[in-house]
């Protein structure tokens, strides 16, 4: 294993990752981390409308189309991307699926996991991918879990990304992160997702003015800023 | 499909229905709604503590008489009534009674839904209940869901009615409805309760008491109230 | 005392009424009400910057100058105006100012009122604006307070309006108000700001995505929305 | 001093002590406490609409028959009372009060101390109230307070009786008090407060389906209950 | 069945019993309690990483490990013992354990219950753990579960123990054991868990932390507490 | 002005900053940081039990003593401290001390400041003092007050660090410091505080529970922590 450093995301569907967090897979990628998404179903079933909208289309074209739409995206941000396939609305996970998230966090020893809100009442899917994500996260520090005392994990920390109405998530952002250097990435990302354009610009007003709070915050310019909540404590050796 | 308004109720058990929303349900039959509630279980192992007292008696005797007593007072409001025969305490919510929920959502097109509070640490049927009923209106909404692409559905709002233990619930009204003009008829729905004569009681303080608040807030007569906890931001083209 | 419907609107400075709540005092201008703004401060000291780069203005001519936009503003947005000259940074709201504001009440008898947020950790003149606001509305409903038997006044319904950083501030919008068809009016208040100009793009970002936000909701179209909290319950009717 | 056990109660208005907390104290009298009641207004302005309704009535007239009222309440009670005279809507509490205050717990050295709970958005006299009233018992542990070293004082234990509206207010009992022998008693002193009967039904029901609580929550049969949330932790030799 | 009382102690781990409720074990066993604890599994996955540095050692050899120690624990605290032997990290927790979990509450009638907090990010079995016990403790009171017209079972009050974080884990308490008196058997049953000395010195620190908070509340000396919250409110027949 | 970072305390007594904030004091010192302390009182009447012990000891005797101390504490942080003598137990904050306030965040453009938790139910000084704090950091943005145009000042973050009874004052740590470098520095200052002793263990036990916390949070090392609130979004350029 090299010195490289890895992030992870644990997504339920493909545009979560575009939308929520395309400007931190795009600046950690820029700043020499591999970034790795977990992409656990293809929105087949909740967030393909416009693909359902032909009448007598499969279920396995849309899968197809939005894979396809999904690989893309991770492409433009410089991310690999592994699917899941666990069906949306709602997700099934299954016991193999949680054994293989397992393997991805003992094998990329992820620097940070980026997922989502702790709630979201307009869609079950989100809570449970980050459900998720975190059991896996802890289940990968158990040492009678495929023993082997060669080995070194630690649990990363975890944010989780803006769900699109924060305040009915319960979503309390504790850490904007600045993305205008690679706005321009991120937003070539939206595009890909070509049926719902009404939400580039949606995101493109989110991403806006969480830098407009980015700068009221820090005193500091910025354009583009993506919110996040932190989870667990912050260790730190200076306050500043 | 006619233009009369629709309305749909999800409870646990069949007390449920007539203590928390009986009133509601009265109300909206009388202003020509159609109302259909959808019995998750008979409330035969939980809510029938009085059929038990009676050395030897069958489980399918409890049902059945559970059964009757709900589907007469469902008649008494003046609303249809489904049983999903899930079994209580605890439920065991199958998916193919899931299927039929999102089902339900779709040929009824309700305006608005009833169902428990989001918490109950007295009754875990309760909450079990609410995540069931909002899974199933948001599944409703996917289009790859049995697809068909000239249906017309949107989900509905979703107000919460008052358990036996508000505050302990964490159940926060923010609606109070006037029930006075119904309340007879939901007093009559409570006497088909018999054995459980000591809640006929509670329920009309509960139902007074809220009445009371009622006016309080409003600065308008009211006698009968039933509080509701309104989960989604309500889309309004007047404050007043 | 006319039949108009009248509504409230209590500020602690003037960008507040129109960035927060321009949409609701136009709407209800054009549905006929008679709207009153009562504006606590003129913003002189915490919310001038530009008027203070210039070296040796006086604190007088910082008044004058926000005082007159302010009229302007609420002038386009079809209001009345008074203001309360208390300060800013900190607000000295005296006795005598709420002996006034419980007056209004009186006089107005408003059908709803307009106010800020609850919690506000980046600016302690809007809690204390809100504190002030409540107070008075209650004080208002004192029998005991210049007593006249022959008064009628019921405590109206009170709605907060959307802060700067809403998660910061604990605001949990669960009204959105449609104010798509006085967007003009709304934004050519904005353009009476010329020193914040920045906050002119921002506030059309919010009040966009609060529209997207309320399509989604209800699911009817509308472009531009208007976020608020109602504080009391509501009582109602009907509850579809 | 005697070994007689002492409890200390502080209301804001005369009906708050009858309402909220008639069963403790009654209940506490015939156990043998001394029981003090501090009212910190006769609720002139604010709670006494009846009386306000007779044109041309004098201020100091409705205060004294409150304070008569308030009396004859305290002394069915069975306890003693002091009134502070602050003035309602809003309370106008000195520094003179204050220190009153102070002495009373150094007085009394109450085994607990009943008040209003800590947010009323429909009466800002109930928390300030409460806020002085806590403030209180704190600095009477203050040692540099009317230093005197013999002194022996232990802050007591708080409990916030119930609201008119209990979910407003983040009400959330966790103790329910026992009154059932009592009942009579508090019954008795609703009466004295004629104007407002209304609520002896009101604060009846109150009663009664707190005392439902109780026994559900119990197992043990009790009829009249008065709920109250305890505000520090509990310290204690067994949990059963 | 005597009239000796009983306490009941659900835990996911045996390590938890020791850190979390050993003086309560200790002090209820000195008092005369009947005391038993349900151990959910041997956290032989999740906490036994000095078992897991031998190579090659087996998940069996572990389980046998971690059961001794937990017996021996046990047996010093002067409690009973049953395992469940679910599994850990994740808990596997099937509906003939839950069978026997409802058992166990109807032979054991215990006078109160203690389990986990509701929540800790940092370990999932933990609330999962909790949620087991509290249903449980809810279907023993059903009627018609294994019906028995002669049965008299009430739902005692539960007590949730400290987590690891207590802050993290939204745990607040509201009572404090005082353990002084059988602080040295708790500190001996530590010593039974010889490879987590480093939890020998947290827990004692803990423990004289919660002393000194005991002592400041209440004004009694006190050296060693345990922290817990009590999840019921508490039905009393005097408040001090 | 020198590029020196500098970082501001305020406290409401001595031995706060001590107790609280020592570590973070001693460790920015270390770091090359001006660091002040502003102490609000000198903990005259509520903080100094001992000094009182002594019959006619004079108020001013007491302040002399405790300034003396906070004086040599401060010296062993390394920090420079001014003392406000606002009178403790309670409070009495003027505007010539805000105002005085201010000026001290625009002569210190602090890169952080550190402040009392935001509720204390022990004692009302404290949220006080917090309060304060950040009224004064917000008034210090403000153009309009004592302007010059040439003045760059950017409000800067604000951490809360930990009361003596987190849970009960809604403290939730999201930092936490490491100050295992400085303990023995840390450590000094206790031992100034000669007549609270019993708080010298209190406060090491909670510095070795943090740093266990700290180490488990991070996987790295720690044997001495600090926990702190931060209140607003952090913002960033990168994650981990």
């Known amino acids: 294993m090299s010195d490289q450093k890895t992030a992870l995301i644990v997504t339920a569907h493909p545009g979560d990752f575009v939308w929520r967090a395309g400007g931190a897979i795009a600046l950690h990628v820029r700043k020499g981390y591999r970034v790795k998404i977990v992409c656990l179903s293809f929105g087949e079933r909740g967030e393909s409308q416009f693909a359902w909208k032909t009448a007598g289309v499969a279920m396995d074209e849309v899968k197809a189309q939005r894979k396809a739409e999904a690989e893309e995206a991770a492409a433009i941000l410089g991310a690999s991307i592994e699917f899941f396939d666990a069906g949306d609305y709602p997700l099934k ?4 699926m949680f054994d293989r998230m397992v393997d991805i966090y003992r094998e990329e ?51 989780l990304f803006e769900p699109h109405q924060p305040e009915q998530c319960d979503f309390k952002p504790n850490v904007i992160l600045n993305i205008t250097d690679v706005w321009e990435t991120k937003r070539k990302a939206f595009e890909v997702l070509a049926a719902q354009k009404h939400l580039w610009d949606y995101y493109t007003r989110v991403a806006l003015n969480r830098g407009v709070q980015g700068g009221r915050n820090s005193g500091r310019a910025m354009t583009y800023g993506e919110a996040y909540q932190r989870v667990f404590p912050m260790i730190v050796e200076e306050l500043a």
């Open 109 to 159: 020893k992820p620097a940070f996991v980026l997922t989502h809100a702790l709630a979201d009442p307009y869609n079950m899917d989100h809570p449970e991918a980050t459900r998720f994500a975190q059991d896996a996260r802890i289940i990968a520090q158990a040492a009678g879990h495929k023993p082997d005392p060669s080995r070194a994990y630690s649990a990363p920390p975890v944010f």
């Open 93 to 96: 996970l299954t016991e193999a």
